[in-house]
Every structure is written in C-alpha cells, then in structure tokens.
C-alpha cells in the first residue's frame, strides 16, 4: 500500500516540483530527462507489482455524495475544434456513434441512445491529474468488458485503442489527435466505464461529451474524453509514435497505474 501511495506522490510531486521551477503542465514533465528515467522504472516496477499482488479486479476507492467535489476542473481539451464536433454538438450528438472495430467477430456503431439503454453502472471515485491536481465526482456510464464480450473479442485480442475527436497538435499524419490504449486487464476491469454523465447530469462538452473512458486506477491523462471509436488490436507499435497514447508518444508512461 505504501509503494502505492508513494508512486502517486512521485508522480504528481514531479509535475508539481516542474511548475514551481517554471516547467508547465505536461509539457515540463517530458523535457527533464531525469524525470523521464525515474518514470521509466517506476512504470515497470509498478505494472509488474500490481499485477502480481494486486487482484485484477481490485476497486479504486469509491466514494459518497458528501466527498463529491463542489467543482470538477476539466482535464485536456475543454472543446474539440473541429467542424465535425461542432456539427454533432449542435444537434446534441444525435447523430454521433461509437464506432468499434479491429479483432472483433462483430464491428458495432452505437449511439448515445444505444449505450444508455444497456446496464449501466455509476461509482463516486477520485480523479487524479498529473499535473497535480484532484476532484472527486460521480460517474454513470456503460462497462466497457461486456460491449466487447458482445463484440467478440478474435485470437491475438490484447489492447483497446481509443480515438478521440479532440486535437491537440495539427499535424499531416494525425498523431496530434488524442488517443489512449489500456490492456484487456484493465478493459475488463468492473470500474472501467464508457461514461456519459457527472454528478447527474449528461456530460458537458468540457467534461468530454458525449462519451469519455473511466478507467478509475489509473491517472486521468488515460480518461480519454470525446471518445469516437475504439479498436482492438494485438499491437499498438503500429500507431505514430508507438508507445500507445498522445502523452505517452510525448514521454509519458504507458501504464499510469495508481
């Protein structure tokens, strides 16, 4: 328990030490060298260690109404810019669908209709930044292991890619759209939700309407919001930089367990 805590405490500590010396955000984290490396082995000794120890479905703290933070702060991308997002947003995502694909039997679109007449699930948990950051609010959305069950997982089945819509370079090839990858470990976790609504309400476009990941033990740059499609795949060597995710092609680590 103790390594766990001081893990998270790294993590956090050394975004936070950055800003005080004049390193913002994300950012001033993948330009220390030196930060880089103790994440590095951080990264595998935690992976290794969790999931030696820990049960692979092992809750992340929940918690009750009263915890519930009076203000959530938006992490990422507050609006995506595009004019397709733009378009969806105007018709309240009526026309939006989630799209999953890759080493499945069965590719699925699903609206927004779709995902909320499935069995859902709503958990009070923490939200943990890098940047230094916490807030605890109250998710209800869809759990992501049986979508995929329903989808037929095919033979080589190992990680969920997420495609988001929102930007955060402009760049020829698209590795500056946002993405994420988790394990099927962590896809079949009970906590790992497709969530549509906070505190009660359907999400706000900051909060990464209409669709975001919960994936509560791990970091929130993992949380993808604006969630578009999802594929399965054996690999994700193949997607632009190769280590799984925006931030993590940026220096990042892969596997930002808690």
Same mark, same amino acid.
């Given at each position: 328990?103790?390594?766990?805590?001081?893990?998270?405490?790294?993590?956090?500590?050394?975004?936070? $030490?950055? /800003? *005080? #010396? +004049?390193?913002?955000?994300?950012?001033?984290?993948?330009?220390?060298?030196?930060?880089?490396?103790?994440?590095?082995?951080?990264?595998?000794?935690?992976?290794?260690?969790?999931?030696?120890?820990?049960?692979?479905?092992?809750?992340?703290?929940?918690?009750?109404?009263?915890?519930?933070?009076?203000?959530?702060?938006?992490?990422?991308?507050?609006?995506?810019?595009?004019?397709?997002?733009?378009?969806?947003?105007?018709?309240?995502?009526?026309?939006?669908?989630?799209?999953?694909?890759?080493?499945?039997?069965?590719?699925?679109?699903?609206?927004?209709?779709?995902?909320?007449?499935?069995?859902?699930?709503?958990?009070?948990?923490?939200?943990?930044?890098?940047? $230094?950051? /916490? *807030? #605890? +609010?109250?998710?209800?959305?869809?759990?992501?292991?049986?979508?995929?069950?329903?989808?037929?997982?095919?033979?080589?089945?190992?990680?969920?890619?997420?495609?988001?819509?929102?930007?955060?370079?402009?760049?020829?090839?698209?590795?500056?759209?946002?993405?994420?990858?988790?394990?099927?470990?962590?896809?079949?976790?009970?906590?790992?939700?497709?969530?549509?609504?906070?505190?009660?309400?359907?999400?706000?476009?900051?909060?990464?309407?209409?669709?975001?990941?919960?994936?509560?033990?791990?970091?929130?740059?993992?949380?993808?919001?604006?969630?578009?499609?999802?594929?399965?795949?054996?690999?994700?060597?193949?997607?632009?930089?190769?280590?799984?995710?925006?931030?993590?092609?940026?220096?990042?680590?892969?596997?930002?367990?808690?």
């Amino acid at each position: 328990m103790t390594f766990f805590i001081t893990r998270r405490r790294l993590l956090i500590g050394s975004a936070a $030490g950055l /800003s *005080a #010396i +004049g390193l913002t955000g994300c950012d001033g984290v993948v330009q220390n060298i030196k930060v880089q490396n103790v994440l590095a082995m951080a990264e595998k000794l935690t992976m290794k260690s969790q999931r030696l120890l820990v049960p692979k479905d092992k809750l992340a703290r929940e918690f009750s109404e009263a915890d519930i933070s009076p203000t959530f702060r938006p992490n990422g991308t507050s609006q995506p810019d595009s004019e397709d997002y733009a378009r969806m947003m105007a018709t309240g995502f009526a026309d939006w669908r989630l799209k999953i694909d890759g080493l499945v039997e069965h590719p699925v679109e699903l609206s927004l209709a779709d995902l909320k007449k499935l069995p859902s699930r709503t958990q009070i948990t923490r939200h943990d930044c890098v940047e $230094g950051w /916490s *807030a #605890i +609010g109250k998710w209800t959305g869809v759990p992501l292991g049986p979508i995929l069950q329903s989808a037929g997982l095919k033979p080589g089945a190992r990680y969920a890619v997420f495609y988001c819509a929102d930007q955060l370079e402009q760049t020829i090839d698209g590795s500056g759209t946002y993405y994420e990858s988790i394990d099927l470990i962590d896809a079949f976790h009970p906590q790992t939700i497709l969530a549509y609504q906070l505190n009660g309400k359907d999400l706000e476009v900051a909060h990464g309407a209409p669709l975001r990941l919960r994936v509560e033990r791990h970091l929130g740059y993992k949380h993808a919001k604006y969630l578009m499609r999802i594929e399965i795949k054996d690999s994700f060597a193949s997607l632009w930089g190769g280590k799984g995710g925006f931030w993590e092609d940026r220096g990042y680590e892969w596997y930002a367990g808690i």
